[in-house]
């Protein structure tokens, strides 16, 4: 009853996989499942796994064995690793093995194993795009912080205000050693040391002149009065 059963599902087989299936034994062969996922040339042929069958005597009531590999001759998937893959990938099938134990299944195992395929090369062209998208990222930021400068917070404001401010009190000493300096100079060569508004404002000497001033111009109005006797 096996035997009948199995070579039944291989005629159906041939007939969907005329070109895909290669026979190895009377209860063993491989199906090349050419899988649809991106790639770079439109014209480049789609990459292909093989999935090999050997039937035990008693299939379809036990499950079959099987395995993966790429396909011979046949484009290799840069996102597919075999032997590696190849257990996560038979695990994908184990659940429709055993639903399916006790009539033909290979058929839905290749379109399980198709699917599952693609679905992790899937995975891992995201993984990839996700880590381009993340070096993009960061070089937007790093580029668009040459323009941006240093985020203001309270902190920094009031550290860059006490610098500014110790910077300009001791440019405001720096100016004034300079020009007491000046002044020195001039007097010891007992010539006439003229000073600014400023100066005499910040030295109290605007109030004192305006006094003297204003005592003079009294006397000198003074001088032309008479005592009437």
């Known amino acids: 009853m096996g035997r009948e059963e199995q070579i039944e599902e291989r005629e159906v087989l041939d007939s969907i996989f005329p070109d895909e299936i290669t026979d190895f034994s009377e209860a063993s062969y491989g199906v090349s499942i050419a899988l649809d ?23 379809p009531d036990t499950a079959p064995t099987l395995d993966i590999a790429h396909a011979p001759n046949a484009p290799k998937c840069p996102h597919l690793h075999f032997p590696s893959d190849t257990p996560d990938l038979l695990s994908t099938l184990t659940s429709t093995i055993s639903e399916s134990l006790g009539q033909a299944m290979i058929f839905t195992l290749i379109s399980t194993l198709k699917e599952s395929a693609e679905n992790l090369i899937t995975q891992r062209l995201d993984a990839e795009q ?3 998208d993340k070096e993009a990222q960061r070089a937007e930021e790093k580029e668009n912080a040459k323009f941006h400068g240093e985020a203001v ?19 405001e000493g ?5 020009e007491e300096e000046g002044r020195g100079r001039k007097v010891g060569k007992g010539e006439e040391v003229k000073m600014s508004g400023r100066e005499l404002w910040e030295r ?5 002149v305006e006094e003297e ?5 009294a006397l000198g109005g003074m001088e032309g009065l008479r005592v009437a006797e």
């Open 37 to 59: 996922v991106p790639v770079q040339d439109e014209d480049a042929e789609a990459p292909t796994i093989l999935l090999t069958v050997d039937y035990p005597p008693k299939y």
């Open 153 to 171: 917070t309270r902190e920094s404001f009031l550290k860059w205000r006490m610098k500014f401010r110790e910077e300009e009190e001791r440019e």
């Open 130 to 132: 996700a880590v381009r």
């Open 174 to 178: 720096e100016r004034r050693g300079r």
């Open 213 to 217: 001033e204003g005592e003079e111009d």
């Open 204 to 208: 109290g000497l605007v109030g004192r």
